[in-house]
């Protein structure tokens, strides 16, 4: 890995101008930002673009880009075959392209491609390490001192839910958190893991945890508010409502006994309860200290045609937080509406592989994904299946697919699942073994279906 990076951080240097390509999800806004500071503080000209996806017009655009080099983060690995360029940098942590060689190629005008991601090391780039993570590295070889960027390596990981399985960061991530407690720029803590830890309200952070579902609790704000007054625990402080994070020590102590006792199961627990992170330049309250709220205000950009919004923020423009506050609103508002579109209509359909729903053009094929992976969470649905979405989107059907990780200890794939099956009706996709998505052609859905479904029996065991 590092002689690859040094290889890349080469290729950097000696370019005259480069366009950096990103994904516009927490992980690509953080990767970006890494580069685009990485080429800003090397006085490189150079232009961001943030992508959806790597569609046939996103190889395009690379392949036709007038600067000398185009660095790709967190994207690009699934289509390394496609790029017939010169001077191309990748920096991803998705399953890699299996027609894709180094040196060698069934294209006549390939030319190499410097690619820097951990499935070539032997790690697992749906948890040990992310885009902005790989990013992080080859800006770290450029030069030393970039290893200040270390902390947003911590914000993308987060955001991938890298840290969700054993409720804290493992394999190569532990390293760059490592690195960033050094420097003093991140903070990990053992704490109650629910989402909303600085900027929901005491109720509300209780009552929308919905993972792992709390009896009594989750979706009750009243059995909240009686569960936090049965603790002896305030709501408010003057005339504030006081957020997890305003806790005293023995409060939070209390009330977490409390949560891990309601949580029942072991695994219950386990999820509960694990490592925090806090990002220590930002004050308390900001919706910027705590990892997995910072991530979700990126997401909450990129997702709506805005990722640089969120790419000011991460390069420490103040200004950007209010804008991002305004995006990220709307994004809680499209997906409480899109998790009660499902749930009401009782979208979700069950077949013997898989289950699905189908949200034509109710929910954007951008969230479309984020609400998969919530409603297998959920009780609303069973985690023993993956979980498919469609969503109508301008360039043909989205889809997205998530799996509970005991699913993968089975074999299961969905990266290879997605653009095997994509591949047979005539779309494209990829990702990661437990989160994956594709572009297929609206008419062939049921088939795809059938197509997915015997991917899937093949693969488990
Ligand atoms: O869009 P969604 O969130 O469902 O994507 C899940 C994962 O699959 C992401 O990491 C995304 O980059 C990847 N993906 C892909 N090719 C596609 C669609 C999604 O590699 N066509
Ligand atoms: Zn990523």
């Known amino acids: 890995m590092e002689a690859d990076a040094r290889k890349a951080a080469g290729m950097i240097r000696d370019a005259g101008s480069v366009l950096v390509v990103s994904h516009i999800d927490a992980d690509g806004i953080t990767a970006g930002s890494i580069a685009a500071t990485t080429l800003a503080r090397l006085g490189k000209p150079y232009?961001?673009?943030?992508?959806?996806?790597?569609?046939?017009?996103?190889?395009?655009?690379?392949?036709?880009?007038?600067?000398?080099?185009?660095?790709?983060?967190?994207l690009g690995s699934g289509y390394l075959s496609d790029f017939s360029r010169p001077g191309i940098v990748v920096t991803d942590h998705h399953v890699p392209d299996p027609r894709w060689r180094r040196k060698q190629t069934v294209l006549d005008d390939f030319e190499d491609v410097c690619h820097v991601n951990p499935h070539v090391y032997g790690m697992d780039g749906s948890r040990e390490v992310c885009g902005a993570g790989m990013t992080y590295v080859v800006s770290k070889a450029v030069d030393p001192a970039n290893a200040d960027l270390c902390y947003l390596a911590i914000v993308?990981?987060?955001?991938?839910?890298?840290?969700?399985?054993?409720?804290?960061?493992?394999?190569?991530?532990?390293?760059?958190?490592?690195?960033?407690?050094?420097?003093?720029?991140?903070?990990?803590?053992?704490?109650?893991?629910l989402f909303g830890r600085e900027t929901r309200n005491l109720v509300q952070f209780l009552q929308y945890s919905g993972d792992p579902v709390l009896p009594g609790l989750t979706e009750n704000g009243a059995g909240c508010a009686d569960f936090l007054a049965g603790l002896g625990i305030?709501?408010?402080?003057?005339?504030?409502?006081?957020?997890?994070?305003?806790?005293?020590?023995?409060?939070?102590?209390?009330?977490?006994?409390?949560?891990l006792e309601l949580a029942g199961t072991p695994e219950a627990a386990r999820r509960l309860f694990?490592?925090?992170?806090?990002?220590?330049?930002?004050?308390?309250?900001?919706?910027?200290?705590?990892?997995?709220?910072?991530?979700?205000?990126?997401?909450?950009?990129?997702?709506y045609d805005d990722a640089e919004t969120g790419m000011r923020i991460c390069m420490g423009d103040p200004s950007a937080l209010r804008d991002a506050k305004r995006n990220r609103a709307e994004h809680r508002r499209n997906i409480s509406y899109a998790l009660s579109y499902v749930k009401d209509r009782r979208l979700i359909r069950e077949r013997r592989f898989?289950?699905?729903?189908?949200?034509?053009?109710?929910?954007?094929?951008?969230?479309?994904?984020?609400?998969?992976?919530?409603?297998?969470?959920?009780?609303?649905?069973?985690?023993?299946?993956?979980?498919?979405?469609?969503?109508?989107?301008?360039d043909g059907t989205k889809v997205s697919v998530r799996a509970d990780r005991s699913l993968i200890e089975r074999g299961l794939n969905l990266s290879?699942?997605?653009?095997?099956?994509?591949?047979?009706?005539?779309?494209?996709?990829?990702?990661?073994?437990?989160?994956?998505?594709?572009?297929?052609?609206?008419?062939?859905?049921?088939?795809?279906?059938?197509?997915?479904?015997?991917?899937?029996?093949?693969?488990?065991?």
């Open 47 to 74: 232009r961001i673009r943030f992508e959806k996806k790597m569609s046939e017009d996103t190889v395009s655009m690379i392949n036709g880009a007038p600067e000398d080099l185009v660095w790709i983060c967190d």
């Open 156 to 193: 993308g990981a987060c955001g991938d839910f890298q840290d969700s399985d054993e409720s804290r960061l493992v394999g190569y991530n532990r390293v760059i958190l490592a690195e960033a407690e050094g420097l003093g720029l991140v903070l990990s803590e053992e704490d109650v893991r």
């Open 234 to 259: 305030s709501l408010g402080d003057g005339g504030r409502r006081r957020s997890w994070c305003d806790l005293d020590d023995e409060e939070r102590e209390r009330a977490t006994s409390a949560l």
């Open 274 to 303: 694990g490592e925090v992170y806090s990002v220590t330049m930002h004050r308390k309250g900001s919706g910027l200290r705590d990892a997995k709220e910072f991530a979700t205000l990126l997401n909450s950009c990129g997702r």
């Open 354 to 394: 898989i289950q699905y729903f189908d949200s034509g053009d109710e929910i954007r094929e951008t969230v479309v994904g984020i609400v998969a992976g919530m409603m297998l969470n959920s009780d609303s649905a069973r985690r023993d299946l993956p979980m498919l979405a469609f969503a109508d989107a301008d």
């Open 416 to 461: 290879s699942v997605m653009s095997t099956a994509a591949g047979l009706v005539g779309g494209y996709g990829g990702g990661h073994n437990v989160a994956a998505g594709a572009t297929i052609p609206p008419d062939r859905k049921e088939e795809f279906l059938d197509i997915v479904e015997d991917i899937i029996s093949s693969q488990l065991i």
